[in-house]
Structure formats: C-alpha cells, structure tokens
C-alpha cells in the first residue's frame, strides 16, 4: 500500500495564478481531509469529506475550493493564489479504530507564492 | 470550542537525557487523544493514542497517559535518542462527534545533541 500520496512535493506559484493539490489513498478509507501547516500554528483544518460525495468547510476555507472526486481521491484548488497561502499542505484520511478516530496523513505540498 | 495547549518549545537536550512534553486539553465532549510525530521534510505519523481516562498509549520508548482529572496526556521518554529529533504535536477527536476533525497542538520542536 502506498498509503496517502500527495502531488505536487513543491510548487511556486506567483499572486494570482491557480493550481490543484492532489490527494489519492489506497487505503479505502471513507474521510479525507486538507491541512495547512505554518510555523507557530500548528495544523488547521481547511475542508473535509467525511464520505464520498460530500465535503464540508473547517477551520480556514476563505481562498479554497475542494472536490470528492471518488473515494480514492480528494483535490484542493486554490483559484487565485495569495501570498498568505505560502503554506505546507496536508492530505489525510481517516480509519475507524474502536471508538477513536485515526488519521493517516501524506508528505505534503511545499507552497510558495509570490 | 475544543482546544489543546502544548508545552512551547524548542526543547534541546543531550543524547539519553529525560524528556517531558506537557500537553493539556480543553473538549466538549469525551475526546480521543493523540501524539503525531513529524520528521524534517517528512509529514505527520501517529506516535501513541488513548481513548479512555487512565489509558496509557506507549510506542518506540515514548508513553503517555490520560488523565482526565488534570485534563492532560503528557508525552514522556526515559532516554531520548537523537534520531528522535523531530517536531511532536498533541491532538485530540471527539469520539461520535460530528466530523471526526483532530484539533492540534501547536507542536514541539524537539533537538537531541549526541
């Protein structure tokens, strides 16, 4: 299993332009998820999909647009880059163990935008 | 809202030295607890969790147990390597709860110096 896989590694974008995260996972799992990562900020919730076919906002949505495309796969598109979103951008999805929640997260997107 | 609060860092310490990482919690609900690690370059892998008050999650030589009366899950390794250089992140999810979100700390960095 390749677990969670995420493409590009690195991108740079300039102020403006638009691009899509990919996010794939093999692990049939039902929720996938998008996190930015800043420095002293820990990790924030940007959108979800608790299941195939629905995808709901979390904590940082403004700039962000998503889509389920199958169970597989769960891209983030950001239509007109902003300097704000230079960020490291985490897929994960989601297992249930029992009664906890655990999630499997990928590599990361390295984004720069000037 | 829910919220966790980790010991700020950076932590530098010599090569089988002690560690402690403090993490404490606030939730809504009856929440799972965890520890995700991140390596440089690398993203987040789940180090040890607990799901109920007085569990003790351990992996690698690192444990932690919940206490629900402190509202705490404080990370601890008796002899820290320096291949455990890394950055460390407390999260917690609510067990049924709508979304399954983790809500994380804002990360550890954790030196080790041989």
């Known amino acids: 299993n390749a677990g969670v896989t995420q493409t590009p590694k690195f991108q740079v974008l300039k102020t403006g332009q638009s691009m899509t995260l990919q996010c794939a996972q093999d692990?049939?799992?039902?929720?996938m998820y998008w996190y930015r990562q800043d420095p002293g900020m820990g990790l924030r919730l940007i959108y979800y999909s608790a299941s195939e076919g629905t995808t709901d906002k979390g904590e940082v949505p403004n700039g962000y647009n998503v889509s389920r495309l199958n169970k597989r796969e769960f891209s983030l598109r950001l239509e007109s880059a902003a300097p704000s979103q230079t960020s490291v951008y985490f897929c994960?999805?989601?297992?249930?163990?029992?009664?906890?929640?655990?999630?499997?997260f990928g590599p990361g997107t390295r984004l720069t935008v000037t | 809202g829910d919220s966790v609060t980790q010991m700020e860092g950076p932590v530098t310490l010599s090569e089988e030295a002690f560690l402690t990482i403090n993490c404490t919690y606030t939730a809504t609900g009856y929440p799972s607890l965890f520890w995700y690690v991140q390596y440089p370059g690398e993203g987040l892998q789940l180090l040890l969790k607990?799901?109920?008050?007085?569990d003790k999650g351990s992996n690698k030589g690192f444990e932690a147990t919940y206490r629900k009366e402190t509202t705490s899950f404080h990370l601890e390794k008796g002899s820290v390597q320096v291949s455990d250089s890394a950055v460390y992140f407390c999260a917690l999810s609510i067990s049924g709860g709508s979304n399954y979100k983790l809500t994380f700390g804002k990360g550890t960095l954790l030196t080790v110096n041989p």
């Open positions: 994960a999805s989601r297992v249930t163990s029992g009664n906890s929640y655990e999630q499997y």
């Open positions: 607990a799901t109920k008050a007085d």
């Open positions: 692990m049939n799992h039902n929720s």
